[in-house]
Structures are given as C-alpha cells and as structure tokens.
Nanobody, 113 residues
Framework: QVQVVESGGGLVQPGGSLRLSCAAS????????MSWNRQAPGKEREWVAS???????NYANAVTGRFTISRDNAKNTVYLQMSNLKPEDTAVYYC???????WGQGTQVTVSS
C-alpha cells in the first residue's frame, strides 16, 4: 500500500525545536519529490518545504532559515527539522509525494508558552 505516515509533532514553547518524520511505504521516496505542507486552524493548507530527487531543497519564505527538510534514503523517510518555532507555526503538518500519494493523517504542532 502506497502511503506516508507523519509523526513527531507536539507542544513546544516559542523558540523551541521539533523534528517531524514522514515514513514512506509502498514506494521509494527517494525517487520522488517530497513535500511538507501545513494547515493552521481556519486557514488553507499551505506549502512549507520540498526536497527533490537530487536533494535540492526549497522553502516557503515564512520558514526559510528556521526549517530544514532532509531525507534518509536507507530508512525511506523524510524529515522536517524545525527550529526557533513561533506561535504562527502552530498547525497540522502533512507530507506527501505530489502525484504519488495522498496526504497522510498529519501531525499536530503547537507552539505556545
């Protein structure tokens, strides 16, 4: 079954860090562009970051310099390292391989003191 499963979310204070994981199954994630998106309460889902098959990365302006997307091909997993988190980063975070998978179930990130 082709799917992705996100994990690693939680409650963190402003300025803190979290690492999200996106475990792929049923396909080889290194053969696809992988992306992270997020959806805050009452807002549209928005793109956050992508990583290409060659390892190139792209980020939304709101997270540039604070978030890093990476992949571990041996584990068939993509990560999103988030640092200097802000309350406006609070959202459900989703990953997918555009055109290959549906959205996963997401993982909740809450940034609050």
């Amino acid at each position: 079954q082709v799917q992705v499963v996100e994990s690693g979310g939680g409650l963190v204070q402003p300025g803190g860090s979290l690492r999200l994981s996106c475990a792929a199954s049923g396909f080889t994630s290194s053969s696809y562009v992988m992306s992270w998106n997020r959806q805050a309460p009452g807002k549209e889902r928005e793109w956050v970051a992508s990583i290409t098959r060659a390892g190139g990365t792209n980020y939304a302006n709101a997270v540039t310099g604070r978030f890093t997307i990476s992949r571990d091909n041996a584990k068939n997993t993509v990560y999103l390292q988030m640092s200097n988190l802000k309350p406006e980063d609070t959202a459900v975070y989703y990953c997918r391989a555009p055109g290959k998978t549906d959205w996963g179930q997401g993982t909740q990130v809450t940034v609050s003191s």
